[in-house]
C-alpha cells in the first residue's frame, strides 16, 4: 500500500467510523419508550380485581405474591412487608378488531397496609393523580356493573353534542379516576384534541 493509498483508506475509514457514530446518535436519539404496564398501588386487590375484570372485562393473567428480595427493593417495599401483584390485561377485541391488549398492575402491601393518599381539602383533582382512559363498547353494561358494585360516578353517561361519543366518569376502589368511553367510530380512547379553528 503506497503513501497516497494509506492516507485515503485512512480518511474514508475516519470518515466511515465517524457516520457509524452519527448513525448510532441518531438512533439513540429518536427512541421512543412504550408503556408497557401502568401499576395501581390498592389497598383492597380483591375488590380492584373484581372492579377491573367484572367492572371494566380486564383478563386476569397472573397473581402473586412477591417473595424476591431484589423485585421488593426495586419496588420500594421494605423486605419483611407482605407484597401481592396481579397483572391484568384489557380486551383483545374491540369492535371485533384485535387489538393490543393494555396491561395494568394491581400491588398490595401489607404488614401493616400502606396509608391512603387524600386529595387535599377533598379536591376533585390533585397534581399527580392518576387518570385513565378505557374505551369499551358497551356503556349499559359497564354503567350497570359500576352501579351494582356501588362505585362512586363522578359523571353520569353523556353523550357528545354530535351523538358520537359517550363518557362515564367515575372512581376506581383506590380513588383513581377512571373515564370509560363509548366511540364506535375511533379508535382510540382518550379525548380527541382540540381541532385549530
Known amino acids: 500500500m503506497n503513501g497516497i493509498t494509506s492516507i485515503l483508506f485512512a480518511l474514508l475509514a475516519t470518515g466511515l467510523s465517524s457516520a457509524l457514530a452519527q448513525t448510532a446518535e441518531t438512533a439513540t436519539a429518536s427512541t421512543v419508550s412504550v408503556m408497557s404496564r401502568m401499576t395501581i398501588v390498592v389497598a383492597d386487590i380483591e375488590a380492584s380485581k373484581r372492579f377491573y375484570t367484572y367492572g371494566l372485562g380486564y383478563e386476569l393473567l397472573g397473581d ?24 391484568l390485561r384489557s380486551s383483545h377485541m374491540i369492535e371485533g378488531k384485535k387489538r393490543e391488549g393494555a396491561q395494568l398492575g394491581l400491588v398490595q402491601v401489607g404488614n401493616p397496609a400502606l396509608p391512603v393518599m387524600k386529595r387535599p381539602g377533598n379536591a376533585d383533582l390533585a397534581s399527580g393523580e392518576t387518570m385513565m382512559a378505557v374505551r369499551t363498547t358497551n356503556m349499559a353494561l359497564v354503567y350497570a356493573r359500576m352501579k351494582e358494585m356501588k362505585v362512586r360516578i363522578l359523571l353520569e353517561p353523556m353523550t357528545s353534542p354530535d351523538g358520537k361519543e359517550t363518557e362515564l366518569v367515575v372512581h376506581d376502589p383506590d380513588g383513581v379516576r377512571i373515564h370509560i368511553v363509548q366511540r364506535p367510530d375511533r379508535e382510540v380512547a382518550d379525548r380527541p384534541m382540540e381541532q385549530p379553528k
Open 64 to 87: 402473586n405474591v412477591i417473595t424476591n428480595p431484589v423485585v421488593k427493593t426495586q419496588m420500594g417495599v421494605a423486605q419483611d412487608r407482605a407484597v401481592r401483584f396481579a397483572i
